[in-house]
């Protein structure tokens, strides 16, 4: 998906490499990390080694040039206690079906004041909370980003 919105939006991927021991490289951070990245992405836990990690360290290092953190916890979710706000974690994703429920749904938890800034992907249903005839407005988070009827039967 990201190489997907990269074609979309035009911006660069960058990769950090990993380490003989299964862990995202630090030492290479610096290079690849600057006042131009906006957001860094990262595994809390490698679905392949079983390594989890340093995730205090790499927020760090995002913090220190000015970048939003997302990590992707399906593979730490289900296997050890999980504290979003303690990993200071600006968004945290994971898959329902990495923890034995169903296919199709998944967990975003993101700061308040980043789900207010963004704007929903579709429209319709609950996520609208006035309709004009000069334009519509949001509702609140959550419901903005919940469209039309949900899957009930």
Request: aromatic residues 8%; glycine residues 10%.
């Amino acid at each position: 998906p990201w190489q997907i919105v990269q074609e979309q939006l035009g911006f660069t991927l960058r990769y950090v490499p990993i380490t003989p021991q299964g862990l995202l490289d630090l030492d290479s951070l610096p290079e690849l990390l600057t006042e131009r990245t906006k957001l860094f992405c990262f595994v809390h836990a490698s679905n392949v080694v079983g390594t989890i990690n340093p995730v205090r360290e790499l927020v760090a290092a995002a913090r220190a040039v000015g970048a939003k953190v997302l990590i992707d916890g399906a593979q730490s979710v289900p296997h050890m206690p999980v504290d979003v706000q303690a990993l200071d974690a600006d968004f945290y994703v994971f898959s329902g079906h990495k923890m034995c429920g169903p296919t199709g749904v998944g967990v975003l938890y993101a700061k308040r004041d980043l789900l207010e800034a963004m704007p929903p992907f579709m429209g319709g249903g609950d996520m609208i909370r006035e309709v004009k005839m000069t334009g519509s407005k949001w509702n609140a988070v959550p419901y903005k980003f919940e469209a039309g009827t949900p899957a009930i039967a």
